[in-house]
Structures are given as structure tokens and as C-alpha cells.
């Protein structure tokens, strides 16, 4: 079974500074998706940047950017120019491509941002 | 947008009732699941739904039960609650087919307190 660690239970960082969250994983497969969520505090889990693992380019959606490591199977989110909005549970999430659509999440971690 | 809506957000139970935990999504997505949020722990999955009356245990299954009569509805079932079952649960839906991108679509979440 594939397990997802995410060391760093909680990160502070200064408005406008860059954060990096870090994420491992375990598993055998060749083919596989990641994915970082975000859980605002009282509000619904949303999506923030996804990986496929077969792509070699690092996924950028705005502020945010992963470094994807296939041979070390690492996955950081970077936050940079972090905004008060980046407040938030932040959980890693890995889905095979050969056992359906259910996602391993990893433990999450708090980011605190500083005004 | 995709709206997952889950009944109640605050429940209070004492052990040994049968908890009912509802879900409707509006997006006629195929997809649903039912999982367990715990501090440190992430989320686990509990039980996954591919289509009407089709389920399938998650890795926690122990202790829970489902339904899906209809395509928008997953109902969690706690036959007899126990305080080991406080916890935040989140139920999630998908639709996969082509393009599919493998994001989950959230619900605020239910927290239950079991006394």
C-alpha cells in the first residue's frame, strides 16, 4: 500500500516570504498522480496544484510550484509571496493510475503566515 | 462550480446511538467517499462509492456502513457510535472519464462528537 509523510506538522512564515512545504511518498508503481490540497480554517478542502508523475516539468499555478522528485519520491510545494489568504491545512495526496480514483493523503501541515 | 453539501456540520451523540451523516453532491458525479479526518493522521478513507448501490471499504471500514440509493446521495452510517469515532469526516466526489484530472470535490465537513 502506498503511504504518504508529511514531515513538517507546522511552518510559520512572513507575509510576502516563501514557504516550502515538504512531502514523501511509498510506492512501487511507475504511474501515479500527486496532488497538494488546501484546507482553509471552517472551510472546504480545495485543490492547489496537481503532478502527474510521467510529466518531467515541475506544475506551477501561480504563487505556487512543486519540485517533483520521481527517483527520491519527494514532492515540495513551494508558496512564495505568501499572502494572509495561504492560511491553512495544507495535505499532500497521491492516486495510482491502476486502482481508481481514491486519493492516500498524507498528515497535513499547519502553515501559519506572520503580518 | 461543484457543490458537495453534507447535512450537518455540528452533531453531538452518545455512545451507542446510529449516527446517519448525509451527502449530496449536484454535479452527477459517479464517484463519492466518505473519510475520516484525525490531527496528525490526515484523512482516511473510509468507504468509496463508484456508482449507485456499488461500495467498496476504504482502509477504516471497521465500525461504519454506507448507502447509495441514488446518484447524488452517500449516506454514512455509524451503527452504534463510540468515542473512538469523534473525528471530522469529509465526503468528496469525482467524475472521472476523459480529461479526467483526478480532483476531489469537498464538503465542509461534519464534525462529530461522540460523549
Known amino acids: 500500500a502506498q503511504t504518504v509523510t508529511q514531515s513538517q506538522p507546522e511552518m510559520s512564515v512572513q507575509e510576502a516570504e516563501t514557504v516550502t512545504l515538504s512531502c514523501t511518498y511509498d510506492?512501487?508503481?511507475?504511474?501515479?498522480?500527486l496532488f497538494w490540497y488546501k484546507q482553509p480554517p471552517s472551510r472546504q478542502m480545495i485543490l492547489v496544484i496537481r503532478?502527474?508523475?510521467?510529466?518531467?516539468q515541475n506544475a506551477t499555478e501561480n504563487r505556487f510550484s512543486v519540485n517533483f522528485q520521481k527517483a527520491a519520491k519527494s514532492f515540495s510545494l513551494k508558496i512564495s509571496d505568501s499572502q494572509l489568504g495561504d492560511a491553512a491545512m495544507y495535505f499532500c495526496a497521491y492516486r495510482s493510475a491502476y486502482s481508481g480514483n481514491k486519493l492516500t493523503f498524507g498528515g497535513g501541515t499547519r502553515v501559519l503566515v506572520k503580518p | 462550480d461543484v457543490k458537495v453539501t453534507q447535512s450537518s456540520r455540528y452533531l453531538v451523540k452518545r455512545t451507542g446511538e446510529k449516527v446517519f451523516l448525509e451527502c449530496v453532491q449536484d454535479m452527477d458525479h459517479e464517484n463519492m467517499f466518505w473519510y475520516r479526518q484525525d490531527p496528525g493522521l490526515g484523512l482516511r478513507l473510509i468507504y468509496f462509492?463508484?456508482?449507485?448501490?456499488?461500495?467498496e471499504k476504504g482502509d477504516i471500514p471497521e465500525g461504519y456502513s454506507v448507502s447509495r440509493e441514488k446518484k447524488e446521495r452517500f449516506s454514512l452510517i455509524l451503527e452504534s457510535a463510540s468515542t473512538n469515532q469523534t473525528s471530522m469526516y469529509l465526503c468528496?466526489?469525482?467524475?472521472?472519464?476523459?480529461?479526467?484530472?483526478?480532483?476531489?470535490?469537498f464538503g465542509e465537513g461534519s464534525r462529530l462528537t461522540v460523549l
Open positions: 503532478q502527474e508523475a510521467y510529466k518531467q
Open positions: 468528496a466526489s469525482t467524475q472521472p472519464g476523459t480529461g479526467y484530472t483526478g480532483e476531489l470535490f
Open positions: 510506492t512501487s508503481e511507475s504511474d501515479y498522480y
Open positions: 462509492s463508484y456508482d449507485v448501490k456499488m461500495k
